[in-house]
Structure formats: C-alpha cells, structure tokens
C-alpha cells in the first residue's frame, strides 16, 4: 500500500530564512506527486505538482519542490519565507494509473514569525 | 468563479440525525471524490466517482452514502450520526484523461460537528 511521511510535524522559522519540509512515500510503481497547501480556515490549494520530465518542478508563490527518484523522495523548498506562508503543507502521491486515489502525509504545520 | 464548491460550510448537528453535505464542480471534470480530514488535518479519501460510477470505497462505514445524480455533483448522505464523524469534509475533482489532467482540485471544506 502506498504511503507518505512527512518528516516535520511543525516548522517554525523567521521571516527571510529557507525553508525545506522534508516528504518521502512507499510506492513501487510509477508515481505523480503533489504538494498543497492549507492556509488558515482555508481550502486545500495546489502548490505544485510532479508528473514527469524535469525532477525540479516550480510551484507558484516561489516554492519549489525536486523529485529523487532512487530516495522516494519529494522535498519542498523556498529560498526566503515570508510571514504569508503561514500554513499547514500537505504532501500527496498517487499512482500514475489514472483516476486513483491521493494518499497524503500526516502534514507540516509551517509557522513564520515577523 | 468557484470550480468546486461544497453547502454547507458548517454544519452542527446532535448524534443520531441524518445530514447530507453536496458538491459541485464547475470545471467539465469527469471524476469526483470525497475525503475526511480529522482533527489532527489527517486527510483520508473515502469516495470516488468517475461519470456517475463508484469507482473508489474505502472502508468507510455503511452510514456513509455518495451519490453522483450528474458527473457535475456528489453528495455525501450521513446516516445516523456519531460524534467521531465530526470532522472536515473535502470534495474533489480531476479531468482524468491521463497526464495532468489527473490534479485533484478541491472544494472549501464543510466542517461537521456531531453534538
């Protein structure tokens, strides 16, 4: 079965510092993976995704995320934080194969301070 | 412009009532989901309906009823209440015609207290 671990349970940082959540899945097949986001009283929304290509995928709002592959690895990062990124971080895998299932991380709670 | 939307976005309620919480989506998507998020912000899928048609169940409890009138809707029905079915309710949508088209998109959540 797949599954997801996220490593950080709650990150706090100061405004200007970088930032890297940790996120490693069990999966032996091909795989599309996802971070989203989760601000306060908010939706889940999508911050990036990886389904092939370029291990290094973009995100909006400067967050960035690289796929190592022989790690089962799919870190998120940002070079400076700002007190905007105040949030919960959800990172997400599901099966190539179609319509399946997001099995996500149990989160990161991410809290900035001005 | 909402793409997925979700009524209510609170609902409370006493243990033993039944409720239903409904979804739409607006973007042509052909798939459907619902998934639990708890009180630690576990979120789990529960359900999933590609045109119409049950295509995802997890073990989820009898009391729990989807129901997809149009590829456009799925509603979630709760029979019988109980008080660890408080919780935040999140649909979901995807194109699925392979590639990324396969990206959930997800509603606002609706936030279920069972009293």
């Known amino acids: 079965a797949q599954s997801v671990s996220q490593h950080n349970h709650h990150v706090i940082l100061s405004e200007a510092a970088s930032l890297e959540l940790g996120c490693n899945y069990s999966y032996g097949g091909t795989v599309n993976l996802f971070w989203y986001v989760q601000y306060p009283g908010q939706h889940l929304q999508l911050l990036l995704k990886?389904?092939?290509?370029?291990?290094l995928v973009k995100g909006i709002k400067g967050f960035e995320a690289e796929f190592i592959k022989s790690k089962f690895s799919f870190n998120l990062r940002k070079p400076s934080v700002q007190w905007s990124d105040t949030a919960e971080y959800f990172c997400?895998?599901?099966?190539?194969?179609?319509?399946?299932?997001?099995?996500f991380g149990q989160g990161t709670r991410l809290t900035i301070n001005p | 412009d909402t793409a997925v939307s979700q009524t209510p976005k609170y609902l409370v309620t006493q243990m033993g009532n039944d409720k239903s919480i409904k979804c739409e989506q607006n973007l042509g998507h052909d798939t459907m989901y619902w998934y639990k998020q708890d009180s630690k912000k576990f979120l789990k899928i529960m359900f999933s309906?590609?045109?119409?048609?049950?295509?995802i169940n997890e073990t989820v409890p009898n009391r729990f009823s989807p129901k997809s009138p149009d590829k456009a809707h799925l509603n979630l029905h709760i029979n019988s209440l109980e008080l660890g079915d408080s919780a935040v309710y999140f649909c979901?949508?995807?194109?699925?015609?392979?590639?990324?088209?396969?990206?959930?998109?997800f509603g606002p959540g609706t936030r279920l207290t069972v009293l």
């Open positions: 309906y590609n045109n119409k048609e049950l295509i």
């Open positions: 997400a895998v599901k099966s190539a194969q179609g319509a399946q299932k997001l099995v």
């Open positions: 990886y389904f092939s290509g370029d291990p």
């Open positions: 979901a949508s995807s194109q699925d015609r392979g590639g990324e088209t396969d990206t959930q998109y």
